[in-house]
């Protein structure tokens, strides 16, 4: 399928869609049907690969929230940085996939690291501390992207193997979109994996519940705590390498990423990972399907999404009850 | 085993703990009494080092522990149970016991402690919040014994079980001892204190004030009660 060359494109689209096939009746009814598919589909797809893009940025925030009962204010701004971290990698490496690699674990660490070295030092406070804390990390890490990167926008190349169009029911569509609706998938299912069935995600799951007991149990929950940040962190930019061969690596990318990460979280509920991951494919369809159907109210969709939830379920969809 | 030598422990300017002097030999029963709010559960929270002590030793096979971050104390080889119990709402009762659990455990298995708490073993798959309170109760001594300590905390293990339960408790509690199971026992319910401790002990006001064996609390009993538990 893939490799087809693109300018066939309108018309096959012409062929296919608009005229009966094979000379076989079509009612004008089922026409319609046939019409609207194609378009469903794509617009599905379009969404579900928002939808990841979204989830990595949620899910770390929610783990975060979770286990520390902190807001990362710092969230969007690894994201960005992992695109900045994915354009270097490609870079210097000249493989994508270096950079996915790469760009998670260098923030993951640095997150790591200023928990061990910063947040630590702070729980005993209250939680103003920690907003000011991480806001203030947004400015030193997005001033020192903007010193090591400079300004203007930095282009990511699609990786060879994933920059060609497949044909969906005669529509065309990128293939790295499709692998990220794939990537999403997989990583959902591992982070999934990942807290029911090894040690440390039963440890962080019981973290989130009573860290006190935890730590009573002779769990270092300090060490948890160390870890679930920078797995946040790491995971947020993931989702910033993933995003920027369609996004480009830019200093604006943050402050977008932090409203979609804090509305991910509300809508799923605080510290829920599948409230995560149904809040990311719920914000995407709206954010999708309000572009194309109201497009002067798909910045509004949104949050008039994250409103209702808010009044029928204050806690989020899956949360506990504020 | 253990003891507690001159513990003082503040909660901001209060001064909770005011030299408290206990000692928990091997493989006996220690129990605590004492009205609300004399210090019981600072005790032993200041042992497992979630209140830091302000001064005073805890000794545990003489190496002194006190002001120990709360998973070394564990690591050191003393298991709790918290007052209110504190199952892992959502965990499963295996995932609950698995927490607790650090290496596989030698002398209490999982297979064991569901031998012996044969609810659990029904209810394995079930979640915390799923469960009874006897049923929490059980789960959380399980989930303190299979780290394979050297000494329990248990505090306040009767607290809102119906008296058949608690009779189940005690139960537990003799079988343990039996075991070699050394326990600290903080109580309310002065039945099942004596039911099954080899040592009585009183605190009033952040001090231990009197100890004696069941038998010579038995003798004494009207006399301590109207001097020390009676409000």
Redesign the interface.
Known sequence: MAGRPLSTRGERLFHCSRTPRCGRPVSSESSAVMDILPFLLVQCLNALSQAALLFFLGVGLTLIFGIMRIVNFAHGTFYMFGAFLGYSAVRVTGSFWAGLVLGPMVAGGIGAAFELGLLRRLYKRDDSAFLMVTFGLTLVLGEIIRLVWGVNALQVEVPDALSGIVFLLDEPFPVYRLFLVASGAIVAVGIWQFLERT?LG??I??TS??A??????????NLVRSGIFGIGCGLAALGGVLAAPLLSASLGMAGNAIIDAFVIVIIGGMGSFPGSLLAAILVAFVQVFGTYYFPDFAMAAMYLLMLLVLVVRPGGLLGKEA | MLRIEGLNTHYGASHILQGVDLAVPRGRICAVLGRNGVGKTTTVRSI?G?VPPTSGRVLLDGQDIAGW???L???AGVA?V?EGR?I????SVL?NI???E?KPAKVWTVDRLLALFPSLHERAGNRGWQLSGGEQQMLAIA??LV?DPRVVLLDEPSQGLAPLVVRELAGVIRTLCAEGVTILLIEQNMKLAEAVADELHIMVKGRIVYGASPEVFRAEEAEIRGRYLTV
């Open positions: 040690r039963l440890l799951r019981a519940q009573n006190e007991m935890v730590h009573a149990l002779g769990v270092d929950v | 497992m979630l971050a709360p998973h104390v564990a690591r709790y918290p504190l892992f709402p959502d965990l995932e698995r927490v607790g650090r989930r303190a780290s």
